[in-house]
């Protein structure tokens, strides 16, 4: 096995890393949670249902793209060395796709521009993650992993809770009035007419990326260049193999991946349709989409560093075990609620005016927020437990395959469900349509519920030379 040699990590090289997480956290929560994706549901498409649908496809041909080629991208990192290159050059993909979707005008005739945007910003800023995450085994002993990502995550939630804030009290105009939610006029005089305001959540986005990801570049070292650069590509590719072909008999490896291919599908199937499961069903504004969202970030940045803290005592298994159970309960409550209805029962007649729902709907949110900030950064750390050193962006590279290889499943599933549901032939309506539709998440997080005993951790064992 050839040595690779590395910078040790400062202080300052931690925190750069660290805010990649700031930095990207606004692709998450702006556009693919809590403003443009609603948005473009509720105001670009026809209708919510058809939103939902065309949002589907795009999701899923972005995971299908990154399922097929991160595990090769990740092996040939390995072999090559560095890291930072990757996240520059993926960066640029995801920054571009992000300042596209400004083009994305209420009620325009054909959204094949966004469509292609939102797939560019989707490969670009996953693809940025894999080679970033790849850089993590190597700044701290093991025994901090647990800690550090949960810390990082924690950071990024923050980082989702500013932006959305500027987004909702300084950029995004409500239709009626024209206001802010704090009572301001937009910045810059966007104009809410046209929701210029959302539409800002993409370049607001890029730039902010740009400009908070400079630190990792800057102060986080990196692996550095191998020796023998000419054939890289031939090496990593043969050690993928070798870890294909040798990956079914890794038991906890295998499990591992399988468990988080289904219950990370149904968590990103559950975040970028929850905004416009409330549009549709309980008629949200975008305000209302955005204070979700802040509540969501808030608590997921306590469950992230509670999660950190839970993954050093008790290892990352048990931390993903519980922010599954958590996550099912909450996308019943969500799945139940409706205008008159939670949990499947009647809370007002129709027509008449209940909060009821909208309150549920907030409790579900703040723990949907910490679960999935605590199984996102355990999950990082359960991932490093199963490969050496050497192998970890290629581990990366499958955990993105493996994220991914139903990513594109889950999507279309709920995309093809609900043009099913919405049918003239069953003749219902879009809000059960819509409801209908989005069922397939708790299969998902079921199925990785259970795969999930034959995972081990190493939680307590010093990271190895």
Same mark, same amino acid.
């Given at each position: ?10 202080? +300052? ?62 092996? %040939? ?15 640029? %993909? ?62 990024g939630y923050l980082g989702g809770l ?29 104009? !809410? ?61 295998? @499990? ?5 291919? *289904?219950?990370?599908d149904a968590l990103n199937a559950l ?13 949200? @504004? ?42 099912? %309960?909450?996308?019943?409550?969500? %799945? ?30 703040? *723990? ?8 996102? !950064? ?25 994220? +991914?290889?139903?990513?594109f499943i889950g999507p279309l599933a ?20 819509? +409801? ?30």
């Amino acid at each position: 096995m050839v040595e690779v040699k590395r910078d040790a990590a400062t202080r +300052r090289g931690i925190w750069g890393w660290m805010l990649f997480d700031w930095a990207q956290q606004p692709y998450h929560t702006l556009i693919i949670t809590f403003v443009f994706a609603p948005y473009f549901a509720s105001a670009v498409a026809s209708d919510a249902a058809r939103g939902q649908e065309l949002w589907g496809y795009a999701a899923g041909i972005g995971g299908m793209l990154i399922a097929f080629s991160s595990p090769v991208l990740g092996a %040939i990192a390995d072999a090559s060395g560095p890291r930072k290159p990757w996240v520059f050059g993926f960066s640029v %993909i995801g920054v571009i796709g992000c300042w596209l979707l400004w083009y994305a005008v209420p009620g325009m005739e054909s959204t094949a521009l966004i469509m292609v945007a939102i797939v560019l910003a989707l490969v670009g800023m996953e693809f940025a993650a894999v080679f970033n995450n790849g850089m993590m085994a190597d700044l701290v002993p093991r025994a901090e992993l647990g800690r550090l990502s949960g810390s990082a995550w924690a950071l990024g939630y923050l980082g989702g809770l500013v932006s959305l804030i500027i987004v909702l009290g300084f950029l995004a105009g409500q239709p009626v009035t024209g206001k802010t939610l704090i009572g301001l006029e937009p910045l810059f005089g966007l104009d !809410a007419a046209t929701r210029e305001g959302d539409r800002a959540s993409g370049p607001l986005t890029a730039i902010w990326y740009v400009i908070f990801v400079l630190p990792m570049f800057l102060w986080t070292p990196d692996v550095k260049r191998k020796a023998a650069v000419k054939g890289a590509v031939s090496r990593g590719l043969a050690e993928l193999g070798k870890t294909m072909r040798r990956l079914p008999s890794e038991r906890s490896y295998f @499990s591992f991946l399988m468990s988080s291919m *289904f219950y990370r599908d149904a968590l990103n199937a559950l975040y970028s349709f929850g905004g416009i499961y409330a549009a549709g069903v309980l008629g949200w @504004s975008i305000v209302q989409i955005g204070i979700f969202g802040i509540i969501a970030n808030l608590t997921g940045a306590i469950g992230a560093w509670l999660g950190g803290r839970a993954d050093q005592a008790f290892g990352p298994k048990a931390v993903v075990s519980g922010s599954i159970v958590i996550l099912t %309960i909450c996308c019943i409550l969500v %799945i139940s609620t409706t205008r008159t209805e939670v949990l499947f029962m009647t809370v007002a007649a129709e027509g008449s005016q209940t909060n009821v729902p909208d309150i549920m709907f907030y409790i579900a949110g703040a *723990f949907i927020g910490a679960a999935g900030g605590s199984i996102q !950064a355990a999950s990082r750390t359960l991932l490093v437990d199963q490969v050496e050193k050497d192998k970890v962006t290629e581990a990366f590279g499958l955990y993105a395959l493996s994220g +991914r290889a139903t990513s594109f499943i889950g999507p279309l599933a709920i995309a093809f469900a609900t043009a099913f549901f919405a049918s003239e032939a069953l003749d219902l309506s879009n809000q059960d349509a819509q +409801r209908l539709g989005v069922t397939p998440i708790i299969a998902l997080f079921m199925v990785g519920l259970v795969l999930l005993p034959w995972v081990k951790s190493r939680q307590y064992e010093v990271a190895r030379a």
